[in-house]
């Protein structure tokens, strides 16, 4: 396992095909800041980059996945036009989206708010049982403006993202599963163990068929049943003709 670590709040790892980010500010439960931002932007940058890497796993030091937002950064930008631009050119969110490579978070202690949210954005959602989800924005004033109001809906229906984003009110693991927003739910001392084994499985598919399977996927949501039946039986045949080929 090599570590590729020039980061203060991240570590990087790679592992065969398999890289890890682990947010590391442990001393504020893993909160979000710009220097976090500018260092997964670049982290996720490689992961983008590198088809090598089959599988990455997203997961917290300390005793939290991530808190979200760091409270001390807000409103402290001396130009929110500039910010804003900032963002855009290291729009972290879009680019955990838009990854080809298949995405874990492994989720213990308290994801909150934009940690949440970033969990949301990955493709395999993991919990330790001791795991306290929530998305508190409505109770600060505010809108859940990462992707919470998209993915929530996405991952457990209107009604219960209603309830969550609205009221603010915490749940834990065992809620998250039932609700589907996590996958399944694990003792906090197999977390990490599970969440590996899940991203070597993972990394043992072709990086490309991978990709193709998560574009038509996510791409088959905005599309009616027919459309979206002959985008797959398109892909599914030059998939087949290429093995054979």
């Avoid at 670049?42 to 939290?64: E, H, M, Q």
């Avoid at 989800?133 to 996405?154: A, D, F």
């Avoid at 990490?192 to 038509?216: F, H, M, P, S, Y």
Wanted: proline residues 4%; aromatic residues 4%.
């Amino acid at each position: 396992m090599g570590s590729m670590n020039g980061f203060r709040t991240i570590l990087f790892e790679r592992d065969g095909a398999v890289a890890r980010v682990t947010l590391n500010r442990p001393d504020v439960l893993n909160a979000y800041n710009t220097e976090m931002r500018d260092d997964l932007y670049a982290a996720l940058s490689t992961v983008r980059d590198d088809p090598s890497i089959r599988a990455l796993v997203l997961r917290g030091n300390g005793k939290a996945f991530c808190s979200g937002g760091d409270i001390r950064e807000f409103g402290s930008a001396p130009s929110p036009v500039g910010a804003r631009e900032v963002r855009l050119r290291r729009d972290v969110w879009q680019l955990l989206t838009s990854l080809e490579t298949p995405t874990i978070a492994a989720i213990h202690g308290h994801a909150a708010g934009s940690g949440l949210e970033m969990a949301l954005l990955c493709d395999f959602r993991i919990a330790a049982r001791g795991a306290v989800l929530s998305l508190p924005e409505t109770g600060l004033g505010m809108i859940p403006g990462v992707v919470g109001t998209q993915t929530v809906p996405r991952a457990v229906g209107l009604g219960h993202a209603l309830d969550i984003l609205l009221t603010g009110r915490a749940i834990d693991a065992r809620r998250a599963e039932r609700l589907g927003m996590v996958g399944w739910v694990v003792p906090e001392s197999r977390l990490r163990r599970e969440a590996d084994r899940l991203a070597t499985r993972l990394a043992n598919i072709e990086g490309k068929l991978a990709a193709a399977v998560k574009r038509l996927v996510v791409g088959g949501l905005d599309r009616a049943l027919e459309p979206a039946l002959a985008v797959e039986r398109t892909a599914a045949r030059q998939f087949l003709r290429r093995r054979i080929d």
